[in-house]
């Protein structure tokens, strides 16, 4: 099973719609991600968080939300779907007890369709 | 403004030859440089990490260089196979003030397609 696991890992769906895209993790991180990758640009954070008290907006956190629900679960929101929100989304988790040599920790992506 | 580059932004291969990927980042100051592989449609998996003092690392046939004083990167792929073929992503973190790791700086990647 993997480590990092996301859900779901497709979805379509219309314009002003909810979407929940869940991320659970087995490796008892305590930082959690979300970023969202489109054809060109690269990955781009939503939002992280630190521990389940501590959240952050990212670069291009308009139109998201997020909730830590335990340690090991970080969800991600789009209240109102929108077209250009169509990408892949990735969520991650690093361990801070590494210190300056943290490595990112990737799921195996949600690709999200917004008609 | 912290920035990492990359290139090319693509390169076309034949399988068994070599090849070198780029990075060149601002990003001050610096604490460490990450290479990701990203297989299409998957999540990146680290290969690499590069801290300030060290110049050369291998994992395998892939080797990266890190000259800080230029802020240059490269990533060198040697006798390239099929399974290469993927994305290549410099990831460069900056210090806090505090000494802790501050943000993950991405770059664009470079699309690499090893072909037989």
Known sequence: DADVTQTPR???????????????????????YWYRQDPGLGLQ??????????????EISD?????????????????????????LYFCATSD????????????EGSRLTVL | KNQVEQSPQSL???????CTLQCNYTVSPFSNLRWYKQDTGRGPVSLTIMTFSENTKSNGRYTATLDADTKQSSLHITASQLSDS??????????????????????????LSVKP
């Open chain 2, 12 to 18: 076309i291969i034949l399988e068994g030859k070599n």
């Open chain 1, 45 to 58: 954070l939503i939002y992280y968080s630190f521990d389940v008290k501590d959240i952050n907006k990212g």
């Open chain 1, 63 to 87: 139109g998201y939300s997020v909730s830590r629900q335990a340690q090991a679960k970080f969800s991600l929101s789009l209240e109102s779907a929108i077209p250009n929100q169509t990408a």
């Open chain 1, 96 to 107: 801070t007890r590494t210190g300056l040599v943290g490595e990112l920790f990737f799921g």
């Open chain 2, 86 to 111: 993927a994305s290549y992503i410099c990831v460069v973190s900056g210090m806090n003030y505090g000494g802790s790791q501050g943000n993950l700086i991405f770059g664009k990647g470079t699309k």
């Open chain 1, 10 to 32: 497709n979805r379509i769906t219309k314009t002003g719609k909810r979407i929940m895209l869940e991320c659970s993790q087995t490796k008892g991180h305590d930082r959690m």
